[in-house]
Nanobody, 116 residues
Framework: QVQLVESGGGVVQAGSSLRLSCAAS????????MGWYRQAPGKQRDLVAT???????KYDDSVRGRFAISRDSPQNMLYLQMNSLTPEDTAVYYC??????????WGQGTQVTVSS
């Protein structure tokens, strides 16, 4: 059973930066896809950024140029650097991974609140 544990959320002011971390219980190089999603109150869970095992990162239009997804394979960590945060970025952020067998795994989420 894959475990994903997010950390790094918090309450910040607009214009600030945060870096979210996701610690995986298995080698992240074994996952075909890893990424970050977010869910604001009353809304569906939406894609923020993903990275295929081989390929360039992909971003939602709302965060492109402000957010950056990266990983540290030896440490089995996935990161999301978030800059120029706005109140519209307020949400619970989830780490996601998909195995080669097509199984999906989610972390428990970390809250990001951006005040104006």
């Amino acid at each position: 059973q894959v475990q994903l544990v997010e950390s790094g959320g918090g309450v910040v002011q607009a214009g600030s930066s945060l870096r979210l971390s996701c610690a995986a219980s298995e080698r992240i190089d074994s996952f075909t896809v890893m990424g970050w999603y977010r869910q604001a109150p009353g809304k569906q869970r939406d894609l923020v950024a993903t990275r295929l095992r081989w390929g360039s990162p992909k971003y939602d239009d709302s965060v492109r140029g402000r957010f950056a997804i990266s990983r540290d394979s030896p440490q089995n960590m996935l990161y999301l650097q978030m800059n120029s945060l706005t109140p519209e970025d307020t949400a619970v952020y989830y780490c996601y991974a998909q195995t080669a067998g097509g199984d999906d795994y989610w972390g428990q989420g970390t809250q990001v609140t951006v005040s104006s």
